[in-house]
């Protein structure tokens, strides 16, 4: 019995032992994210057409000069729900809005007939055009770090659109006292650890992280068609939404099918209640 106690105690030291040499995980903190309305919240809430335009509008001309959206097709800009969804023209291969907007961009191709690598004017009917060929020309033109793909970003990220808004908007000039490392940027949102490029007192680490990202909405860069002021908040707001659209896409025609189902539900439960005092009613219990 003592023998076993011995094996025990020493077993349970040399794990303390070892849990305590053992290097401590890096700590990370970051600023909750912003507490964000979106048109689409709750099971009523629609996305907002003329937001989702703004925001394709601002992940063209910005976000896609870095980051791809491989699971988009330019067809589903013109899908119900969608940022140019028109009933007039249900299939939206024929929409005349995604034929426009495709045939403004080149996409590589191959000739059929000589079998050459050429561009052609984009189709509804392609996928949304990459703006590196591969991972390692992406990693060569932004320091080593990869661009993620948006097509899903806001599912695939705590805090969803809210983070990504705040994220845009988190950029701040580095605390006195913070070295931010070569090629990165401060974002109070961002997570990471930051104590090892802290030198001011180790109970005071800067909230945030670095981000590889440089900021990129600065105000009046994007230019609303509708005369929205294209504010830092606005673009952010706007390229938000379309990326929480792009990651749900028939997040509409699910909660419309869901009242339906509820509705259906209720309904039928007060059938079978009437039925069931209907039959019962002279059953004594």
Known sequence: MLRKRLIAALTAGLAA????????????SAAEPKDVHFS???PLGKFDQATLQRG???YAEVCSSCHAMNLMYYRNLCQQGGPFWNPKYPNPIE?????????D???PDIDQDTGDAITRPATPADHFKSPFPNEAAARASNGGALPPDLSVIVKAREGGAAYIES???????????????????YNIYF?????SFWSGPKDKVPTGGSIAMPFQLTPGRV???????????QQAHDVATFLAWASDPKQEERKQTGLAVMAYLILFAGITFLSYKRIWRNVSH
């Not at 230019?223 to 908040?233: N, R």
Request: contains cysteine; glycine residues 12%.
């Open 17 to 28: 032992f070892a849990l305590g040499a053992a290097p401590a995980a890096a700590k990370t």
């Open 40 to 42: 689409y919240d709750g």
């Open 56 to 58: 394709y509008k601002v």
């Open 95 to 103: 929409s005349p809005y995604c034929k426009a907007i495709a045939a």
């Open 105 to 107: 961009i080149k996409v």
């Open 167 to 185: 994220i845009l908007t988190g950029y701040r000039p580095a605390p006195k006292g913070l070295t931010v490392p070569a090629g990165k940027f």
């Open 191 to 195: 997570p990471g650890d930051l104590g």
């Open 223 to 233: 230019s609303f068609d509708d005369g929205t002021k294209s504010t830092t908040e």
